[in-house]
């Protein structure tokens, strides 16, 4: 049974870490509540500051409150990880159903950042 949507609009990303040894980053970014159903953005190519504009939809099911973030840099062979962050979506029904917001994604032990993300989140 579902309860509610939400609605996640990836904008755009800035200040991604570089993974690749040339160039930039080939960026792309996996969302999900639930790991058996992950959807993802389009590959941006040879940039750390790329920009979307796409739009996804989950059905909400009972007990699913965190949305999970990954952002990859594409390669030949396999994909390198940029960084990931969490949403709360109580963050956004306390901001009364709609959050704009950059995210940032984290350096490990939480020293810094490996960039950020651009979001919006509806829920309804």
């Given at each position: 049974m579902s309860h509610g949507t939400l609605q996640v609009t990836v904008i755009e990303g800035r200040n991604l870490k570089d993974k690749d040894a040339f160039g930039q980053n080939d960026a792309y970014i996996e969302l999900y509540m639930?790991?058996?159903?992950?959807q993802r953005t389009s590959t941006i190519k040879d940039t750390n500051s790329p920009t979307w504009n796409e739009t996804f939809n989950f059905n909400l099911l009972k007990g699913q409150d965190t949305l999970h973030l990954k952002v990859y840099?594409?390669?030949?062979?396999g994909k390198d990880s940029i960084g990931s962050a969490k949403i709360s979506?109580?963050?956004?029904?306390?901001?009364?159903?709609?959050?704009?917001?950059?995210?940032?994604?984290?350096?490990h032990l939480g020293l810094g950042s490996h960039g950020e993300i651009h979001l919006i989140l509806r829920l309804s």
């Open positions: 639930d790991k058996d159903y992950k840099d594409e390669d030949v062979v979506l109580k963050k956004v029904q306390q901001a009364g159903g709609h959050l704009d917001e950059w995210v940032k994604l984290p350096a």
